[in-house]
């Protein structure tokens, strides 16, 4: 998986889990006064790409330390959500 | 599945065993192995690494959880003023931060299924105000805040959260105190008897099924306060 799959995978997620009503796109804030998903579609979405984690053989641990300090938060943005889930797998391969 | 903490004793232990006797598949995570009812996996629930490996574990293994149960905990009868900072931080950790960390990393095998039950252990010294029990107090008070903001949270995932306060209850645990200081906490109950792990593991029984499907957010009191 290259970053460009993983932004996609992302974006797919985004779009499934909001039943298509979401149209994601790279700058989509997840978090903040300006987030298009709730409290609850950021936790399916979450669940969403540790299961896709788990069948490309990775563990996505989004509550990780290293991860939230890297970028202050991962769930910025889609891009900054899509950085960190393929910096995980490239870690881990 | 339902997993059960602190069930290597105490009111954990009954719990486990009672649901195990009801035919329910139970998972008791305690810190020793020693004398734990049913499948059991060694896990201090004060350290957030310890209980991470458990739920990735689960996951792995596509568990499904209807239920947990948190009764993990250590008590300590002291003043405030004569307590030192290392037990402080103890209660805090095991109590409180156990607590949490238990919530946060088995909910999400539970929100997979929008489905399940969660039950944390307060005290009836948090409505109370038992001298001597400040600080134990001060840990189950957090866990009962906690307890109603995280109901709150998994709401949207029909998960329910809910505290279970006992008072004294007749279990191992009680070997240290004298009859006088149980016959004093009693008194103060509502109903003032000496109730059994039986009447908690009743509790448990009723908050994990259906028939509680109503209550989220709620403490109950065994004994009333």
């Given at each position: 998986m290259n970053a460009e799959d993983a932004k996609k995978r992302v974006m797919a997620s985004?779009t499934?889990?909001?039943?298509?009503?979401?149209?994601p796109?790279e700058?989509?804030?997840?978090?903040?006064?300006?987030?298009?998903?709730?409290?609850?579609?950021?936790?399916?979405?979450?669940?969403?790409?540790?299961?896709?984690?788990?069948?490309?053989?990775?563990?996505?641990?989004?509550?990780?330390?290293?991860?939230?300090?890297?970028?202050?938060?991962?769930?910025?943005?889609v891009?900054?959500?899509a950085?960190?889930f393929?910096?995980?797998?490239?870690?881990?391969? | 599945?339902?997993?059960?903490?602190?069930?290597?004793?105490?009111?954990?232990?009954?719990?486990?065993?009672?649901?195990?006797?009801?035919?329910?598949?139970?998972?008791?995570?305690?810190?020793?192995?020693?004398?734990?009812?049913?499948?059991?996996?060694?896990?201090?629930?004060?350290?957030?690494?310890?209980?991470?490996?458990?739920?990735?574990?689960?996951?792995?293994?596509?568990?499904?959880?209807?239920?947990?149960?948190?009764?993990?905990?250590?008590?300590?009868?002291?003043?405030?003023?004569?307590?030192?900072?290392?037990?402080?931080?103890?209660?805090?950790?095991?109590?409180?931060?156990?607590?949490?960390?238990?919530?946060?990393?088995?909910?999400?095998?539970?929100?997979?299924?929008?489905?399940?039950?969660?039950?944390?252990?307060?005290?009836?010294?948090?409505?109370?105000?038992?001298?001597?029990?400040?600080?134990?107090?001060?840990?189950?008070?957090?866990?009962?805040?906690?307890?109603?903001?995280?109901?709150?949270?998994?709401?949207?995932?029909?998960?329910?959260?809910?505290?279970?306060?006992?008072?004294?209850?007749?279990?191992?645990?009680?070997?240290?105190?004298?009859?006088?200081?149980?016959?004093?906490?009693?008194?103060?109950?509502?109903?003032?008897?000496?109730?059994?792990?039986?009447?908690?593991?009743?509790?448990?029984?009723?908050?994990?099924?259906?028939?509680?499907?109503?209550?989220?957010?709620?403490?109950?009191?065994?004994?009333?306060?």
């Open positions: 985004i499934e889990i909001t039943d298509g009503e979401v149209e796109t700058e989509m804030n997840l978090i903040g006064k300006n987030a298009r998903l709730d409290s609850m579609k950021l936790v399916e979405l979450c669940l969403s790409l540790e299961d896709q984690a788990g069948d490309l053989g990775f563990e996505f641990d989004w509550t990780s330390e290293a991860a939230m300090s890297r970028s202050r938060s991962l769930f910025r943005t891009s900054s959500l950085e960190e393929h910096a995980q797998a490239e870690a881990q391969a | 599945m339902i997993i059960v903490t602190g069930a290597s004793r105490g009111l954990g232990r009954s719990v486990a065993e009672r649901l195990i006797s009801s035919g329910r598949e139970v998972l008791s995570l305690s810190r020793t192995s020693e004398g734990v009812p049913g499948d059991s996996v060694t896990c201090d629930v004060s350290d957030y690494e310890a209980v991470k490996a458990v739920a990735q574990s689960l996951r792995k293994e596509k568990r499904e959880i209807e239920g947990l149960v948190n009764a993990a905990g250590i008590a300590s009868m002291n003043l405030a003023v004569t307590t030192p900072p290392s037990m402080t931080q103890k209660l805090i950790q095991t109590n409180l931060a156990g607590t949490i960390h238990c919530c946060q990393l088995f909910a999400p095998l539970m929100i997979r299924k929008k489905a399940g039950s969660i039950i944390n252990f307060s005290t009836i010294a948090v409505t109370l105000g038992l001298k001597g029990e400040s600080i134990y107090a001060a840990s189950k008070a957090g866990v009962e805040g906690f307890s109603r903001a995280f109901a709150r949270e998994m709401a949207d995932f029909d998960i329910r959260v809910n505290c279970i306060a006992p008072g004294p209850i007749k279990t191992d645990l009680l070997k240290g105190v004298s009859d006088e200081q149980i016959d004093a906490i009693v008194a103060q109950q509502i109903l003032p008897k000496l109730f059994l792990p039986d009447d908690v593991a009743d509790l448990c029984e009723f908050l994990l099924g259906p028939q509680s499907q109503s209550l989220s957010g709620q403490v109950l009191k065994v004994g009333g306060a």
